[in-house]
């Protein structure tokens, strides 16, 4: 039987029938791709990466890998490192021409911030802490405790890189020994014994206590202004029965005052519901379990893509979306924002702010209907 161009009688499962090659691990872990929902419609751009495809620098005392624009095109206001430091590593004293946000995704983490005023601030982070880094404001930080700690660094500039950060050991390797002479009255012999090239991420003896650490910089050390903030550890902005979220931005972390995050936390079977940012693109990432996003953008343009743990997802800014677990565990993920508000439109609620005839005049349904839809912003929908 020929089933060529008959557009009429080939059933769906015939239709995807697939006799050619196949990556079935790819397969398996995207079944919106392979087989997406009918109201998918053309391609909205990439939406999705993972750092588990990204290449990894292995260095003695940990690694790194990220994903910018280079590996996500789409997203031009937000980049991604993910890192390792092994108990007592650094990652070397050094500063960037963007601003740094982070979160503690495993173990303790020393931290210290050098300000122009030369008073330094100094803090341990454990998972769930985050902090946020002022560019040009020179940094460490160093892995503690038994097994060091894994963290995420989110920078404001799309095309950041982690290879082009200023190093103080690039600093001095590269400036002419006399310079450096004068600079430092070290001797000569002293100046020929420093690094010759970046350490950039190595390992060392893990520090004093923070205590010490504190005692020593004496008078020189930053009480004011606070660089960390403990994330997990704060209550809820938003608790339902379809999980919570925990909203970070200027508002309730003065210093970050160019990224706004949401931590969200979406129970099995329920979803993060239709809703879109009116102030900037969406950049994700998926910490726990696994989920599916669909995103809508404009000219009738919709994909939906699968989503696990260590994935990053991206949203077109101010496309509409909305996110379900789809998994048997807690759904845990970011949503960063390059902005110092976190905002979202919930369309559920600008339903219920429609007056009755301008509902019905959209929706075509009896306005009885219309009402029984949530009549607030949820933001976490219940199975
Ligand atoms: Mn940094
Ligand atoms: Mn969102």
Known sequence: MSVAATGNGVSRTASLSDPGPENKVLLRANPSSNDPPPTDRGNPGPLWYSFDLAPKRVESGGWTHQVTQRELPSSTDLAGVNMRLTAGSFRELHWHKANEWAIML?????????QADGKMFIDDVGAGDLWYFPAGLPHSIQGLG???CEFLLVFDQGDFSEDDTFLVSEFLAYTSPEMVKKNTGWSRESIDKLPKKELYIFDATPPASLADDRRFLGEHLETKNRYTF???????TISSPGGDARVVDSTNFPISSSIAAA?????PGAMREMHWHPNAAEWQ?????????TVVTTGATARTVDFHANDVGYVPSMAGHCIENTG??????LEMFKSPRFEDISLNEWIARMPDAMAQAHLKLPISVVRHAPQTKLALLAK
Do not use: C, H, N
């Open 285 to 293: 990432y998926w910490i726990k379990g696994k989920g599916r996003m």
């Open 328 to 333: 048997s565990e807690d759904l845990v993920f």
């Open 263 to 267: 931590m969200v936390t979406i129970k």
């Open 146 to 148: 038994d097994d060091g």
């Open 230 to 236: 403990r994330m997990a550890a704060m209550q809820p």
């Open 106 to 114: 495993s173990g303790q983490a020393r931290v210290s911030l050098l």
